[in-house]
Every structure is written in structure tokens, then in C-alpha cells.
């Protein structure tokens, strides 16, 4: 045990420092308030919680939410079929899909998102395609749009859903599969009774992954969704940032990780079955 | 009534032959073993009679029905896998009913088949848990429950007993007899554990480099092996060769005399073995660059020292012919 703790030591430290200690410095100026130029003062409040309750925030905080559940459904649904079929692709093929859904990481994220901007404006590439084939006559608005954010996120986010999908079908013991069809399952049915319940802890991971970084990422929404569709990830950059508001900031944070945690929690709940439950509890 | 007919099957993977040519029949309630060391092919026939490989070439009929080309959800029969493959996130009952589920039996009779495996092979206790808590011996039983749960024609079974201890695995060769007793389906075993083999079955199929050596029943091939492998295979055995022939002799039909004069052959004890119920003397030929192994039994109080010269010789009823 003593070994095992000493072991843990670097790791308590790192997280005490960086990330305990600064959440707990993030929870103290959320009860503060501040002055006019935007300099702490230090005495206890609960304005910066009821500034939220206005209707303009709580329809962000909605409208955030709704963005990373669609964000998190549509990236789980396009990296399933994927991720099972690299897995069960030939090694040289497998090698090639991991490196191909990959590969987007060795560039740039700022330029990848740009990128879609060339894409996707009213004088981009798509609208001219669409032009030029005569499927539309005036470009159509895409870019500054939700559904441009949508595209965006799922755009970066879905290798965060492939990898552990991934993982968890190419360790699955296959022949799992061939003892469901020995008891007369046919494919469809070993899918949904054997692979899917057995790869369900790669699709947690994936989809807390995929959830959890799109409501923190405020840098697709400035460039792809333009000053309509802010999400609460540029509010609170905004209020550290811009207006100088710590307090409401600090509080915004605090409210969205809590938020965040509410609903993995739950997620987790409704996705874990008696049998992760009684394998944990070991 | 011939259960499994295997006419002519072969398989060969990647230009590689691993399973010649092979005909065989199989009689309803049959105890079958498939018998051979690692490597002989012997999985592969399982496999193929199983529907998970297709034969190369030739036909596998289940029942009087061709299921050759069946996959293996739609054959009548079930496979007890080496290393159990038991669902982990299911219960032992979930995991037994899954065969019925799948079959769209009403949930009545499937609770009523489910109780009657688990209280065949003595889980009513452990219904409730997930594999991860069982003993390799009670997944074992997991895994054969959770085949004959679907009552199918023929029980397949890929080195069951492997992964387990002697005691265990002595205990469960027992209860394995008397459930396909008492079941009376038929049974296709596959082990490289000759003993095994030989306490089970009513035939055995001794198999060496994707070949049969030789079909017969345990005393058969006991007592009149065909091919030398066979011969050495299937117990101990001393082998012996004269005017170009080979001719095997058992131990226990060895005789060993001290009037060294009255033998055919003569040479010096060069170990000696107690095993309790026997015992061994491991003799070195005078003449000859080979050891005789003779069984002694337990009646037999003569000591006997290392270094010793000793006479051997024995029954010429008891030769068998195993090859030229």
C-alpha cells in the first residue's frame, strides 16, 4: 500500500495544484463581486448566480446543451460503423484507418477550421459547386450558422468518438461471436446481444469525451458561427476577457462543469448495467 | 441410425493441407473422441462439423440432412468452446438462456429448459452471477449447460477439460460420462489427453498430421494398434523390430527374469519406477541401442537394483504388427 501511495504522489501533486486548487479559486471569485473597472472586490455575493437566471444567458445554457447532445449523437452514429469496420478490416487496412482518421491532428486546428470557412461562405467552394451544377442559383448561407457550428464540432470531434469505439470492438474477444452463432444467433442479433453491450465502455468513453470538449470549445463557434450563435464556452471567455466580469464568469463555469457532471453522471447511470456495476464492485 | 456422416471432407488452408480426405459415421448416442496431439487437425474437423470452417471438399450430412454449407446458426447442434467463451456481461442464467432466446422458444419452456440444465449440471446455486465469479470449473459447466440448454442432436466439444487442474478435471471426465448418459445425444470430443480419450469414449479417431491413423474403440486400439504412431500414441509401448518388421509389445506383457539364460533378449536395469499399483524397470539392451520398459505389477515383491543384468522376453501372442 505504502508503495502504491508513493507511486500516486506526483500525480496527487499535479492534480492538487492544477486543478483542485484552481477550481477552488474559481468557486471563491464566483461569490465575489466587483467594481467598476472590473477589479475584484472581496466581499460575499450571490449576483453573479442570479445574473445567469436572465432569460438571454439561460437560453445560451440551453441552447449549449442541445449543441453538445446533437454534437455527441452525430459523432457516436457516423464513428460506430467506422470504428467496427476498421476493426474488423485486415491489419494493413486497419493500420491505414487509424492513421486516416488521425491524420487531421497533424495539422493545425485554427487552419483545419479556416478551412471550412473557405468551404463553406457564400463564395466558397461548396456554394460555387452547387452553382455551377445548377442545383441552386443564389448561394446559400451556411457559413454563421448553427448548423455551421454543428458541422464544425462534429467535424473535430469525431476521431474522440472512433478511438475508443475502436478500442473497445478490436479487444473484444471474437469468439464471443462465434459462440452466439453456435447458439443460433444470426449476425444482426450477435451485434446488438454480444458486440454492442460488450463495447459499451468504449462508447461511454467516446460520447463523455466527445460532450465534455464541445462545451468547452468556444474557438468553433467564433469562427464558423459568427456573433449569433455564441455558445456558453464564449460567454465565459468573454467575461474573463472582454468585460472583465470574473465573478460572472467564474459562476457560468462553475454552474457548466456541475452541469456537465449532473449529466455524465446520469449518462452513466442509464448506460452501466448490472454487469459493469458487479465487475467494479469486485 | 447414423447421426454425423462425413463423407470425403478435406481442408486445406492457404495451399496447406490440414485435414486429408475423411469419411466417417457417427451412430445417434455415440460417445465420439477426436484424438491427437496438437496441430493433427482434429479442431479443424470439429470446426467444420460446427459450420465455423467449410470444407475444401466434401459433404457433412447432420441427421440424413446435408449442412455442409450451413452456417452455423442454422445446424442443429452445439459446441462447447475450449476456453468456454461464456457471454461476460451476462448472468449463468442469461447466459444458458441465450441459446433458447435466440430460437424464439416461449419463455415458459425456457425457464423450464434453463432450471433442468443448471440442475444437470449442479448450478442451481450460482444462477445469479456473471462468469468473472466462478471457478474455471463451474464456467466449464456454464459453458456445457448453456449447449445442452437447446437439447440439439449433437454436442461438440473442443478440449473441455483443458484449462483445468488433474482433480478437476478427473471429477468433471466422470460427470461428463454420465451426462451424456443420461442425455443420449450424441457426443464428438476432441482432447490430445489419451487417457482421457480412452475413459470417455465408445471410438476413438487417432489423428497425426491431418490424417486418421486409426478408428476403433478404446480395448482396439489399445491392444491392436495399426501404425506405430498409434502404437506410441495410446500408452506406453516398447517397440521392437526384426527382419525389417516393427512389432510392438505392452510393458505389462514384458516379463523379466533374473536366469538370464531363459530370455530372448538380455541387458542391464538402468531405472527403476514405483508407482504404486505398478512398477517399472526401464532396462537397457545388450544387443540392441534401445530401452525396454516392463511393467511390473504390484503382486510382484522381486527387489531389483540399478546396474542389475537382467533377461527380458514375453508372449509372441502379444506382438503386434505396426509396420515394416
Known amino acids: 500500500m505504502k508503495k502504491l501511495r508513493l507511486i500516486h504522489l506526483p500525480v496527487m501533486i499535479w492534480l492538487i495544484l492544477f486543478l483542485i486548487i484552481p477550481i477552488l479559486i474559481v468557486i471563491g471569485i464566483s461569490f465575489l463581486q466587483r467594481d467598476e473597472l472590473g477589479n475584484l472586490v472581496y466581499s460575499f455575493s450571490l449576483e453573479s448566480y442570479a445574473t445567469f437566471f436572465d432569460p438571454l444567458y439561460l437560453g445560451i445554457y440551453m441552447d449549449t446543451i442541445w449543441l453538445s447532445v446533437v454534437t455527441t449523437i452525430i459523432c457516436l452514429l457516423l464513428s460506430y460503423p467506422l470504428a467496427y469496420y476498421i476493426a474488423n478490416a485486415s491489419p494493413k487496412i486497419q493500420t491505414w484507418g487509424i492513421i486516416l482518421v488521425t491524420v487531421p491532428f497533424w495539422i493545425n486546428f485554427l487552419i483545419r477550421t479556416y478551412a471550412w470557412v473557405l468551404l463553406l461562405r457564400t463564395q466558397g467552394t461548396v456554394n460555387n459547386l452547387l452553382i455551377a451544377l445548377g442545383w441552386i442559383h443564389e448561394p446559400i448561407q451556411m457559413l454563421y450558422t448553427k448548423g455551421a457550428v454543428l458541422l464544425g464540432m462534429v467535424y473535430t470531434f469525431v476521431p474522440f468518438m472512433v478511438l475508443p469505439i475502436y478500442v473497445a470492438i478490436e479487444q473484444m474477444d471474437r469468439r464471443l461471436l462465434d459462440a452466439a452463432s453456435d447458439l443460433g444467433a444470426t449476425k444482426w442479433r450477435a451485434f446488438l446481444h454480444i458486440t454492442l453491450p460488450q463495447t459499451k465502455s468504449g462508447i461511454m468513453t467516446g460520447c463523455v469525451l466527445v460532450y465534455v470538449s464541445t462545451t468547452g470549445m468556444f474557438v468553433v463557434t467564433d469562427i464558423l458561427g459568427g456573433a449569433k450563435s455564441a455558445m456558453l464556452s464564449n460567454i465565459i471567455q468573454s467575461q474573463f476577457l472582454g468585460s472583465r466580469n470574473w465573478p460572472f464568469g467564474a459562476a457560468l463555469s462553475i454552474i457548466f462543469v456541475v452541469t456537465s457532471l449532473v449529466l455524465i453522471f446520469l449518462f452513466n447511470r442509464a448506460m452501466q448495467s448490472r454487469y459493469l456495476a458487479a465487475r467494479e464492485g469486485k | ?324
Open chain 2, 1 to 324: 441410425m447414423h447421426m454425423i456422416e462425413l463423407v470425403q471432407i478435406e481442408k486445406h488452408f492457404s495451399g496447406q493441407v490440414v485435414v486429408h480426405p475423411l469419411s466417417l459415421t457417427i451412430k445417434e448416442g455415440e460417445f465420439l473422441t477426436l484424438l491427437g496431439p496438437s496441430g493433427c487437425g482434429k479442431t479443424t474437423i470439429l470446426r467444420m462439423i460446427a459450420g465455423f470452417e467449410q470444407p475444401t471438399d466434401g459433404d457433412i450430412f447432420l441427421d440424413g440432412q446435408k449442412v455442409t454449407n450451413l452456417s452455423p446458426n442454422r445446424r442443429d447442434l452445439n459446441l462447447v468452446f475450449q476456453h468456454y467463451a461464456l457471454f461476460p456481461h451476462m448472468t449463468v442464467e442469461e447466459n444458458i438462456a441465450f441459446g433458447l432466446k435466440m430460437k424464439k422458444t416461449p419463455p415458459s419452456q425456457q425457464k423450464e429448459r434453463v432450471e433442468e440444465a443448471l440442475k444437470m449440471t449442479q448450478l442451481t446455486q450460482l444462477t445469479k452471477r456473471y462468469p468473472h465469479e466462478l471457478s474455471g470449473g463451474q464456467q466449464q459447466r456454464v459453458a456445457i449447460a448453456r449447449a445442452i440448454a437447446n437439447k440439439p442432436k449433437v454436442l461438440l466439444l473442443d478440449e473441455p477439460l483443458g484449462a483445468l487442474d488433474l482433480q478437476l478435471r478427473k471429477s468433471l471426465q466422470t460427470e461428463l460420462k454420465q451426462l451424456q448418459r443420461s442425455l443420449g445425444i450424441t457426443f464428438i470430443y476432441v482432447t490430445h489427453d489419451q487417457e482421457e480419450a480412452m475413459m470417455l469414449s465408445d471410438r476413438i479417431v487417432i489423428m497425426n498430421n491431418g490424417q486418421v491413423e486409426q478408428i476403433g474403440t478404446p480395448r482396439e486400439i489399445y491392444e491392436t494398434p495399426r501404425t506405430l504412431f498409434a502404437a506410441t500414441f495410446i500408452g506406453e509401448n516398447n517397440i521392437f523390430s526384426s527382419d525389417g518388421r516393427l512389432f510392438a509389445v505392452r510393458p505389462e506383457n514384458i516379463r523379466v527374469v533374473r536366469e538370464i539364460n531363459k530370455a530372448s533378449r538380455k541387458g542391464t536395469v538402468q531405472d527403476i519406477v514405483y508407482l504404486g499399483n505398478v512398477h517399472k524397470l526401464i532396462v537397457q539392451l545388450d544387443d540392441e541401442p534401445m530401452n525396454v520398459t516392463a511393467a511390473l505389477d504390484f503382486a510382484d515383491d522381486r527387489t531389483w537394483q540399478i546396474g542389475e543384468k537382467v533377461g527380458v522376453s514375453w508372449n509372441p501372442l502379444h506382438e503386434v504388427m505396426v509396420g515394416s
